[in-house]
Structures are given as C-alpha cells and as structure tokens.
C-alpha cells in the first residue's frame, strides 16, 4: 500500500495485498513469519503473484513494427548495463528469486506485456536520473498491466489511488484516468519515488519499502529502531509482511535480469528501440476514428491507450494517442484530411416532456458537461421541442471492448457460483447494507463487479450480485449453470488487526461457524498468531 503524507493526515496512494504472493510462501523453511494459507497461494498463483490485483481483460497480441528491428541488443541489455543496487544473497530475497525462476512462462508473459513501454519508461528514468531498476516495479506491482486494478483501489501499471494519482499529475474523471495512462503515470511514478527517495534521505530500499506500505509507517519504524539502537536499514526493520516481501521481489528481479544464464533462463528479448510515439491529435477524436486512421484494430488502439475511459478522448485533453512508430505518418496525414466536426459522431435529440439533461447523457453515453458545451447551455435547464446535438460513439459501445463500461460488462457476465441477481442501486444504498441483505460478502459483491469495496456506489447503477445455493442444488449436474462446491480445511493464522468479521468476510464464511469450528466466542479477541480451522469452498474463494 502506498501513502503520501501531509500534514495532520495520511491519503492512501497505491496498492497492498492483504494477502501474500506466491513468491512469499515458496519456501516453507525459510521465514514462517511470510507463510500464507494454501488458499492464499492459490490465488495468488491464479492472479500474477498478487492476490488483490485484477487483470481484468486478456493481453492484446499487435505488431509493433513493420519491418525488422534494426537493434543489435535488446533493453534488458541496457537495463543490465545500469544495475546498481546491492543483492544480498539472503532467505527473503532469495524466496523470491526462486518463485520467479521456477516460473519463466510468467516472466515472459510480463515481458510481451511490457514490450510497448518498456523502452519508454528506461529513457525517462534515465532522464530523470533515477535508478534503472525502477523499470522494474510495474512488473511487482501489476505484472506490467496498465488495465490492473486492486481491492485497495489502486489502478493502472504504477498503481495509484485516486489520491496520490492526482497529487503526482494524473487527471481522473468520467472519460479519462490518468493513472492508467501508460505516459502520465510513468511520470507520476518517477516524481513519487524522487520525492520518497528525499524524504529517506537517499535511501533507494526505504523509497520503495514507502512506495509499497506508506512513508508515514516506514518512518516510525525507522525511528522504533533508532530508540532501540538498533540498524535503521530496509533489512533491520519491522515492516507489514508485504512490504517485508516487496522490495526483495524488486531485488531478485534485479538479479534474474543482471545474470539470467545463472539462472538458466531466457527472457523475451525486447528491442532497445523506440516502438511507441505520443500524437497531438488537438481536440477530442472518437476512438474508433482515430484506430480506423492508424490502421489498427479498435482494441490494439485502447490496448496502447487505456487512460480513455470511454469512447473517445476527454474533451478537456490531454489531447494526445500513444501509436505504433510505424503507423504515425498515415494516421497524421488521414487526421489532417478530417474535418473537426467530423472527428465525433453526431445526434440531433428533440426534447421531449419530462426529459433532464442527465436523463439524456445517460441515454447517449456521454456526459452532462460535453451536452451543455455543445449546445451553449448555462444550468440544468431545457425546452421540451427543442433540439440538441449529442456527440455520440461512431460505433457500437460494445465495439469499445476495453472501455470500462465494456470491463464492467464483461466482468458481471462472468459466470460465478449460485443463483445471479440484478440489483439497481437506490438512495441509502452502502456496500455493507447489500452484503448483509444477499448475505455474501462485500469484498464479492465489489469482485463481481468489477470496482473496489470501497468505491462510493452511485444511483442508478446496476450490480450483478450471486447468492449461494443450498447444499442441495450445489450438487446439480453440470449444465445447470451452477458449479459445484469444493471444500477445503485450512489453518488460518490470525494477524495484527484481524477480526472475526475481517476473517469471515476474507474467506466467506459465518463469524458462527468460526467459533464452532474452533470452540471459540466472537465475544473474546483473537490473538496474533493464534491458529483457526476453517473450512473454505474455494470455488468461491479462488
């Protein structure tokens, strides 16, 4: 988790897992203290070694290029070119390297994924005269997924929450987040790190160990250690058990890349060319236009894109597309040909009795703002007869498949366990109130829709909520749409903070069953360390 401080207060800033990746469990002798649950690691292993981190569309496969690249070497050469940080040959680093070596399909699965950026990113960061191992924290943080999102709400390649992102440059609103921007948040994160990079006094370790848990909290550790006479280094201190784990992952990636025939490994070689170039396209440009223009596909042009939330750019800017080097002639020459009205689609809409402005955003899919800029409208009010014109998508919405009202959709159409139930959101309506009314989890309800558990839901929203069958109908055959149960007994070890509440919900299971299970009382306190059987249906767990 990332905070930024300011004073009297802390804003959440990035992402935390509450849980441990596979890499933090793949060493049971090594460390008990990073030990997770078998669910733990399972669903760590099925989410890219982080558990709260959402990839929530598949990887777009695209040509880069034209012709062959001319690069005699590729840019983990020049990234291993650069390496400075000290690896300790230590278990916590070492656990982590071994994940990552017994796993070279995942690595280069990230690598594909970083193929369009990474040589960007290594030429701001050497710019800006940061440390190149920096390139490799998207792969820690979202496996190099600028579409990533996390429970914690926590967005985009770098994972900023709404907070930090806006603090450090990234806009956000109904058309637009700046946190997935591949370029704004780049930028942002570099600013971040030189700003924690200060604040620790030029300690790169206790940077990182701030960019993941929060400077405020490394911070009192570091002066815990000093009143203690203690060592006030990344390694000496008592730090949250992701965080314990995070800045070691950076290391071992570090060493993976710096000596990979070590390893035995072969990663995918990513030229030390510059691939991908940012356009001024100068005013909002509707997306299917502007892939049409470039000669791409509609989802290789989001996939390079995926700050724009909707079908077209914001309307305020930024006013740029990140293409292909090779495709930026043609698409400035067709641009130039366009005429300005043409670079949306375009609706006259009669008024009709009873009609509001957001009643018609809603209807077209756009927003209240770009209606009034459009038609020179002061307020809320409009003439039942009269005309508006209405930017509208050149194509169907469901054309845009990485919009996110595309992801959303996608993800609600996915299908889960029991029975699915549409539910409109109303005044009054909270997160807890719903779980409690479907008796599922809140943490679920939030998974199967595709935002974090604590987004403010609005009114009107639809949320596809499923409610767990009984015992029965959980045996059906196959076909009925309903998956069958799969239990599973674990031991859970209670951590600092946890509730019976907080371990029911975790797990989706009844705060009374815990205490059956365990002969316990929700009436006494759990203690950490304290051993909990729990028996866990992991289709709905994983």
């Not at 930024?4 to 469990?25: K, Y």
């Not at 946890?498 to 059956?516: H, L, P, T």
Request: proline letters at 4%; one cysteine or more.
């Amino acid at each position: 988790m990332k905070y930024f401080l300011f004073p009297a207060f802390i804003l959440l800033s990035g992402c935390q897992s509450t849980s441990l990746s596979p890499t933090s469990a793949s060493n049971n002798n090594l460390d008990p203290q990073n030990i997770a649950s078998t669910v733990e690691i399972n669903q760590a292993l099925l989410a890219d070694e982080n558990v709260d981190v959402t990839h929530p569309i598949a990887d777009v496969n695209f040509s880069l290029k034209d012709k062959p690249l001319q690069s005699s070497n590729d840019v983990w050469q020049r990234i291993r070119g650069q390496l400075s940080f000290d690896i300790p040959e230590n278990n916590r680093l070492v656990m982590q390297r071994n994940w990552y070596v017994k796993h070279p399909n995942y690595l280069n699965r990230v690598a594909k994924r970083a193929e369009p950026f990474l040589y960007y990113i290594v030429e701001e960061l050497e710019k800006n005269n940061v440390p190149v191992e920096l390139a490799l924290l998207p792969i820690v943080e979202s496996a190099f997924d600028p579409f990533a999102y996390s429970h914690g709400r926590a967005s985009g390649m770098w994972q900023f929450v709404p907070a930090t992102g806006k603090r450090f440059g990234m806009k956000q609103n109904w058309w637009y987040d700046g946190r997935r921007d591949v370029v704004a948040s780049t930028q942002g994160a570099i600013k971040y790190m030189k700003y924690l990079h200060k604040f620790f006094d030029g300690d790169w370790l206790l940077a990182l160990a701030a960019y993941n848990s929060g400077e405020g909290r490394v911070q009192r550790a570091v002066r815990k250690n000093k009143k203690l006479g203690k060592n006030t280094d990344f390694w000496s201190l008592d730090l949250p058990k992701e965080t314990r784990a995070y800045v070691p992952k950076l290391l071992a990636l570090a060493d993976i890349i710096k000596r990979p025939k070590h390893f035995n490994l072969s990663i995918y070689e990513i030229a030390n060319e510059e691939v991908i170039t940012q356009v001024d396209i100068k005013s909002q440009l509707d997306l299917a236009k502007a892939a049409s223009l470039a000669n791409l596909s509609l989802a290789e042009l989001q996939r390079l894109n995926p700050g724009y939330n909707r079908w077209s750019t914001d309307p305020d800017g930024p006013h740029r597309l990140v293409l292909p080097k090779h495709k930026v002639a043609n698409f400035e020459q067709g641009l130039a040909k366009l005429n300005k009205a043409d670079h949306l689609a375009w609706q006259r809409y009669k008024i009709k009795n009873g009609d509001n402005l957001g009643y018609i955003a809603n209807k077209f899919h756009t927003n209240i703002d770009l209606i009034r800029q459009v038609n020179n409208i002061q307020g809320n009010q409009i003439h039942a007869g009269k005309h508006l014109l209405i930017p509208v998508a050149a194509k169907s919405l469901d054309s845009y498949i990485l919009s996110q009202q595309q992801r959303i959709a996608k993800k609600q159409a996915k299908p889960q366990q029991g029975f699915k139930i549409m539910h409109t959101v109303v005044s009054g309506d909270n997160l807890w109130d719903l779980s409690q009314h479907y008796k599922v989890s809140s943490r679920n309800i939030a998974k199967w829709n595709g935002f974090a558990p604590r987004d403010t839901l609005k009114l009107g929203q639809k949320l596809v909520i499923w409610q767990k069958t009984t015992a029965s109908s959980k045996t059906a055959k196959l076909g009925s749409g309903i998956e069958q149960a799969i239990m599973r007994n674990i031991t859970y070890k209670v951590r600092r903070g946890d509730s019976f509440a907080r371990i029911a919900d975790k797990f989706n299971v009844r705060i009374s069953d815990i205490e059956r299970w365990n002969s316990l009382s929700r009436n006494k306190y759990l203690q950490p360390g304290q051993r909990l059987k729990l028996s866990v249906d992991v289709t709905n767990n994983i």
